[in-house]
């Protein structure tokens, strides 16, 4: 932190824990070294220390289930303090999509931080530039240098940043597939294992749950639509994305031991949503954050003016959508960054109109991409093969595909 390590020091030791990979010890070092060159937030001496509980997730195509988890489980009487980061990528990350939302401040000082959890039960604001800053630096190096596809690294840099978050309770939700860092499952199992341990070991309670990314989340790829979609969900729209939510949320009932039986768990996080709690719940985190009059605001979020329709070449069963590809054309559109000072079009994005299992004519409609500027998209940046289809219908993937405990 100090510089007297020149980068291409750091550099050479990043490439030898790439090449060699790190022991389970020295991954809790090295998260432990992260988390120490920065502050760590502390709420031992409030009285809901024990049950407030955090949730993070490793990215992937639509994911907006923070902005629909948490007001769940804070509409259920459970203090959730979230700070997320802004996308680098496929599309914004959680800040940014909350920074769609017209008069949100996502940069809220750390007394207003711990009076929005106090009064409202949840905040959620962008990691702040005293939360481990040194992975900030290793961060920049890694992506510069290839070096950040590791398992150890990506565990060190994510869990140094939950452990400074101080909550006691930590669920992950580590995404597979297509759309996501851990493509294979045995890569995501080991990730999502390598975090629990290292939590158990700073003290913490752990739960992970490996989650299917082999297609986009929802309808929405972007920001302020997916913002849109997700207060559809906590209007009542249902699908996968609800039913990911409600196993998320019924997790972390469990892990703040409002409730030890997951199957009541879930059926609770589902009535938040039926009994509208959770949706009113969202409107006082936006209004608390800045939005005057949330209904509204959010009522009027839209996307950007140019459009293009990708249409089906064939009839068919829907076999598998590549959401790695979904994610490029959503980059392609102005929803992500390529680089970390990029500027994202808030209105830019991707509308599925089907899902795998769906049969399909030829000429249906796929999916609509938009974007702010004239023929930013083309069909020429569409490959052939991003949705797939069968004569029949096959099996679909399942959405939770295994809970880890810890």
């Keep these: 932190m100090d510089e007297r390590i020149a980068d291409y020091h750091v550099s050479a030791i990043l490439m030898a824990c ?31 220390f024990s049950h407030m509980v955090d949730k993070h997730s ?18 259920l009487g459970v203090k959730c303090a979230k700070q997320s980061g802004r996308g680098l990528g496929f599309t914004g990350g959680t800040a940014d999509k909350l920074m769609s939302v017209p008069g949100f401040n996502t940069n809220l000082s750390a007394d ?11 905040a959620l604001i962008t990691q702040t530039a005293d939360i481990s800053p040194a ?61 629990v341990k290292i939590g158990k070991k700073a003290g913490r309670n752990m739960m992970a749950m490996i989650t299917d990314m082999s297609e986009p989340l929802g309808d929405a790829v972007g920001n302020a639509i997916e913002v849109v979609e997700a207060h559809e969900v906590l209007n009542g729209k249902r699908g996968r994305l609800r039913d990911l939510c409600i196993h998320l949320a019924a997790g972390m009932l469990v892990l703040s031991r409002i409730e030890d039986v997951f199957d009541r768990a879930l059926e609770i996080a589902g009535k938040s949503i039926d009994n509208k709690k ?27 003016k140019h459009s293009l329709d990708v249409v089906s070449n064939g009839s068919g069963y829907i076999e598998s ?19 970390k000072d990029d500027e994202i079009d808030y209105g830019a994005g991707i509308i599925m109109h089907c899902k795998v299992g769906d049969y399909i004519k030829k000429g249906d409609e796929l999916f609509t991409v938009y974007f702010g500027s004239e023929k930013k998209v083309t069909e020429g940046d569409i ?18 595909k295994e809970i880890i405990v810890c």
């Design 18 to 48: 790439y090449i060699n990979g790190l022991t389970d010890d020295e991954t809790f070092f090295l998260t432990n070294a992260l988390l120490k060159s920065g502050e760590a937030l502390k709420f031992n001496d409030k009285p809901y």
């Design 58 to 75: 490793t990215g992937g195509i639509g994911d907006k289930t923070t902005l629909i988890v948490i007001p769940m489980v804070a509409s």
């Design 112 to 122: 207003k931080f711990l009076e929005a959890v106090d009064a409202v039960g949840a």
């Design 135 to 195: 992975d900030k630096k290793l961060y920049a190096l890694r992506d510069s240098t290839a070096t950040a596809d590791n398992i150890s690294l990506i565990a060190s840099s994510i869990m140094s940043k939950k452990l400074a978050s101080g909550c006691n309770n930590i669920l992950l939700d580590v995404k597979c597939g297509s759309g996501a860092f851990a493509g294979d499952f045995k890569d995501a199992k080991k990730l999502a294992n390598l975090m």
């Design 278 to 304: 959770a949706l009113k719940k969202f409107y006082e985190i936006l209004a608390f954050q800045g939005v005057e009059s949330p209904e509204t605001v959010i009522s009027k979020l839209g996307h950007s």
């Design 321 to 339: 959508i590549d959401a790695g590809k979904i994610g490029r054309i959503a980059s392609l559109s102005g929803a992500g960054r390529i680089k």
């Design 383 to 400: 490959d052939d093969d991003i949705i797939v289809l069968r004569e029949t219908l096959t099996g679909g993937s399942e959405l939770i």
